[in-house]
């Protein structure tokens, strides 16, 4: 039997899926086992009339070891 814990992180990249992969990318630096990642919401910030920046509000799984 695995047990699981979920946590909410935002990250941000020129593109969405720049974003989300900077995010998994960190993510996987502090936490070990990460398995699934749920993105929730996806902003971004505008200057001059464009898009500047993505930011991704992502829930991850990881699974806990013993």
């Known amino acids: 039997m695995s047990v699981a814990r979920v946590t909410e992180i935002t990250a941000s ?16 630096d502090t936490l070990k ?3 699934h ?3 929730s919401d996806i902003k ?6 464009k898009i500047n920046d993505y930011y991704v509000t ?3 799984t990881f699974v806990l070891t013993d």
């Open 13 to 28: 990249g020129k593109s969405i899926e720049k974003a989300i992969e900077e995010g998994i990318e960190r993510a996987s």
């Open 33 to 35: 086992n990460v398995e």
């Open 37 to 39: 990642v749920w993105v």
């Open 44 to 49: 971004a910030r505008v200057k001059n009339g």
């Open 58 to 60: 992502m829930k991850v």
